[in-house]
T-cell receptor
Framework: DAEITQSPRHKITETGRQVTLACHQT?????MFWYRQDLGHGLRLIHY???????NKGEVSDGYSVSRSNTEDLPLTLESAASSQTSVYFC???????????FGSGTRLTVV | DQQVKQNSPSLSVQEGRISILNCDYT??????FLWYKKYPAEGPTFLIS?????DKNEDGRFTVFLNKSAKHLSLHIVPSQPGDSAVYFC???????????FGGGTRLMVKP
């Protein structure tokens, strides 16, 4: 069965370190998204990609970057982790129809 | 400026009664609306949707109502069950591309 997986599920890192969160989907979806979920803010878009070599900034992109070298993967990199980036991160993919996303199970990141 | 708002962060109802979750939006260009359900430690999953050309869509115990003139949609769950306890996100799609904009979420607690 097709799926979308995120790793790691939990991560603790120190302020200033570079961290990469993985997202891998086997739906063969062109569109992939990264969101963060914070209390009171819901799901906020960080970055998104509509295909290989395409990346775009979302609502809260400062301090984050992504790269898309193949259809299946969209890793999210925190260049220099900050305590404000402590959050739960969700990756999602879609077929481009706009009729819904499929989400991964999330990565809980704690920056200490 | 939040284009999709869920003004009630939490809602508590008794098992067997009706749960009504509300969502307001400001962008009149939104053409498709979705509700997602999220359990702890899991990613959001699609629940039900409605096109802007309709005013009601029903799927079992779940019904979504859309009032375009008021820019308001609601999710009705009848009867509510303890397993419905989760966070519910409202989302809207703009007709330019397939980007979804999410509300802040409402935590529903159904008491036995």
């Amino acid at each position: 069965d097709a799926e979308i997986t995120q790793s790691p599920r939990h991560k603790i890192t120190e302020t200033g370190r570079q961290v990469t969160l993985a997202c891998h989907q086997t739906w063969n979806h062109n569109n992939m998204f990264w969101y963060r979920q914070d209390l009171g803010h819901g799901l906020r878009l960080i970055h998104y990609s509509y295909g290989v070599q395409d990346t775009n900034k979302g609502e809260v992109s400062d301090g984050y970057s992504v790269s898309r070298s193949n259809t299946e993967d969209l890793p999210l990199t925190l260049e220099s982790a900050a305590s404000s980036q402590t959050s739960v991160y969700f990756c999602a993919s879609s077929d481009g129809s706009g009729y819904g996303y499929t989400f991964g199970s999330g990565t809980r990141l704690t920056v200490v | 400026d939040q284009q999709v708002k869920q003004n009630s962060p939490s809602l508590s109802v008794q098992e067997g009664r009706i749960s009504i979750l509300n969502c307001d939006y400001t962008n009149s260009m939104f053409d498709y609306f979705l509700w997602y359900k999220k359990y702890p430690a899991e990613g959001p999953t699609f629940l039900i949707s409605i096109s802007s050309i309709k005013d009601k869509n029903e799927d079992g115990r779940f019904t979504v109502f859309l009032n375009k003139s008021a820019k308001h949609l609601s999710l009705h769950i009848v009867p509510s069950q303890p397993g419905d306890s989760a966070v519910y996100f409202c989302a809207a799609r703009g007709n330019a591309g397939n980007m979804l904009t999410f509300g802040g979420g409402t935590r529903l607690m159904v008491k036995p």
